[in-house]
């Protein structure tokens, strides 16, 4: 598999566990109070993972591949984390 394909995977595995995760904590907003905060911190614990992992030795390819996923995952958990500032408790609300 080419390093293209590989960092298009992920690039589409990132956006699809974000994807999942909000509407399934959007869904479930009304009847578990604790679901947004809940997955606000596990967007940020995912960041933190890809952050990580830029600490270590990698070479310069790699190194933008991370950098490109942080700054998406980043976007990503911006938007979250402003539906759960505006409280925000069903996917047809905004």
């Known amino acids: 598999m080419s390093s293209r394909r590989i960092k298009l995977i992920g690039l589409l595995g990132l956006q699809i566990i974000w994807t999942m995760d909000s509407t399934n904590a959007l869904k479930n907003a009304r009847s578990d109070k ?7 911190q596990a967007f940020l614990d995912m960041l ?3 952050i990580e992992v830029t600490t270590q030795e990698l070479n310069k390819i790699d190194r933008v591949k991370y950098e490109t996923l942080i700054t998406i995952h980043l976007h990503q958990r911006d938007i979250f984390n402003d539906l759960v ?4 408790l069903a996917v047809t609300t905004f």
């Open 48 to 50: 933190n993972s890809l």
């Open 34 to 40: 604790k679901i947004m905060a809940a997955t606000d």
């Open 85 to 88: 500032r505006q409280c925000t």
